[in-house]
C-alpha cells in the first residue's frame, strides 16, 4: 500500500521521520510511540502511516486498516507489560470528541486503575 501523507499534519511528519518520536513499535501500516503529554504512567498513540483524518472519514476500504489498528494496540499492550493488569485504548473523534490532532489514531493507556467515566 503507498503511504498517502499530508506533510502539514503533525502526525504524517512523524510517518515521514520529519518529527521526532519515542518509537515503540512500526509495521507496514501503523507506528506506535510515546505521548508527549502522557495522562497514565504508559501513554502511547497508534497512528495509521496512511493519513486518515478520523474515524468519521474511514470507509469500507478501511475496514482491514481499522481491525489492524486495535489488534496492533493489544500487541503493543503486551510488549509494554500493562495487558495483563488491562489497559484504556481510547479513539477521540472530532472537537467535541477531544481529537487534536487530524490523523486517525489509538491512545493506549496502562500501568494504573482507569477511572470511569473518563472524562
Sequence with gaps: MPEETDQSCVFCQVVSGDMPSKKVYEDDLTIAFEDIRP?????????????????????????????????????????????EEGFRTVINTGPNGGQTVPHLHLHILGGRFMKWPPG
Design 39 to 83: 495522562e497514565a504512567p504508559v501513554h502511547v498513540l497508534l497512528i495509521s502511516r496512511e493519513h486518515l483524518e478520523s474515524l468519521n472519514d474511514a470507509t469500507h476500504s478501511d475496514e482491514q486498516l481499522l481491525g489492524h489498528l486495535l489488534r496492533t494496540a493489544a500487541k503493543v499492550a503486551n510488549q509494554l507489560g500493562i495487558a
